[in-house]
């Protein structure tokens, strides 16, 4: 691999700051996605539905190949919660109460291997959609993974058929605090230029 240069490569001009386009700021479209955060604390109050719905709809701008739609968002109800809750076990469940709003991210699955995993990548956008538009009104979010969601009792009790492929338990709701931002790479471990 060769190392990222400053440049994009030897041949381009340096690149001028990005300007905006029509009523979108570059520098807001950055400042949500450096400093969008994993939450593990929220308050009790749960997402207003007219917010949710906006969020949700917003998914849908994903990127998608063959536009398949593929992602499923399952908002948790009390009871929904209960079920999840009794199949993750009493340990696992004291977990799913950390957040006022959990959403259930799924893929729909055609059978087809390229189109199932060019929509999971779309479905795995559209969750982040959904995780960016919260950042941007002020809510905290959380990409979750439990154990329980990958089980039959958990898939069940939150409906999701056979031919869905779990996503993310996405959580929302209004932040505790700040949380800083964990370290990444530096982009000269993850980028090469070919010649
Ligand atoms: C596919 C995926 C699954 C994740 N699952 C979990 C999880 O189960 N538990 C967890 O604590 N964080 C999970 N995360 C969140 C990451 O831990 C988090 O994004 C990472 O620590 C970076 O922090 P940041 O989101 O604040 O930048 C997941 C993220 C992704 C993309």
Same mark, same amino acid.
């Given at each position: 691999m060769k190392a990222a240069s400053?440049? %994009?490569? $030897?041949? $381009?001009p340096p690149s001028p700051r990005p300007q905006p386009v029509g009523s979108v700021s570059a520098v807001e479209v950055e400042a949500a996605i450096r400093t969008r955060r994993t939450h593990k604390a929220f308050r #009790?109050? #749960?997402?207003p539905r007219d917010v949710l719905e906006e969020l949700l709809d917003l998914a849908r701008w994903a990127p998608n190949h063959n536009l398949t739609n593929p992602w499923r968002f399952r908002v948790l109800g009390p009871r929904a919660l209960e079920r999840l809750k009794r199949a993750a076990g009493p340990e696992a469940a004291s977990?799913? $109460? %950390?957040?006022p709003t959990l959403v259930v991210c799924s893929c729909a699955l055609s059978g087809d291997p390229v189109q199932d995993e060019e929509d999971l990548h779309a479905t795995a956008c559209a969750a982040y959609i959904v995780l960016l538009a919260a950042h941007a009104r002020g809510l905290a979010g959380y990409w979750r993974t439990p154990e329980v969601l990958r089980s039959e009792q958990g898939r069940e009790a939150v409906g999701l058929p056979d031919r869905e492929r779990f996503v993310s338990l996405i959580h929302l709701g209004e932040p505790v605090q700040e949380k800083g931002a964990p370290e990444r790479a530096a982009v000269e471990q993850t980028v090469s230029y070919l010649d």
């Open positions: 400053s440049r %994009r490569c $030897d041949e $381009d #009790p109050k #749960p997402v977990k799913l $109460d %950390r957040a």
